[in-house]
Nanobody, 115 residues
Framework: VQVVESGGGLVQPGGSLRLSCTVSGSISGIKTMGWYRQAPGEQPQLVAVITSGGDTNYANSVKGRFTISRDNVKNTVELQANSLQPEDTAVYYC??????????WGQGTQVTVSA
């Protein structure tokens, strides 16, 4: 099973990015797909998560600015990040949790918000 993120980059404050994550390989029982981030010197934090039924949960700091979505057939999850601020700068990691096979992580994609 491979988890691969894409879509990070450098953006100015107030800008937008769309992060994508694709899960490949033989995996079943995916319950949740989500995004976490880790800024330098800080602990990892949950950004957003979505269940197979479409229920979502967001960190308070991104509510109203970020939107998570998933395609259960293609095993992809995306994060639309709008109104980005310097404090959103971090490495963003995709997480997939299967009730059968456990948790998988991507390698991370850097998001830098700077003028």
């Amino acid at each position: 099973v491979q988890v691969v993120e894409s879509g990070g980059g450098l953006v100015q404050p107030g800008g937008s990015l769309r992060l994508s994550c694709t899960v490949s390989g033989s995996i079943s029982g995916i319950k949740t797909m989500g995004w976490y981030r880790q800024a330098p010197g800080e602990q990892p934090q949950l950004v957003a998560v979505i269940t197979s039924g479409g229920d979502t949960n967001y960190a308070n700091s991104v509510k109203g600015r970020f939107t998570i979505s998933r395609d259960n057939v293609k095993n992809t999850v995306e994060l639309q990040a709008n109104s980005l601020q310097p404090e959103d700068t971090a490495v963003y990691y995709c997480n997939v949790f299967s009730t059968v096979m456990g948790a998988y992580w991507g390698q991370g994609t850097q998001v830098t918000v700077s003028a």
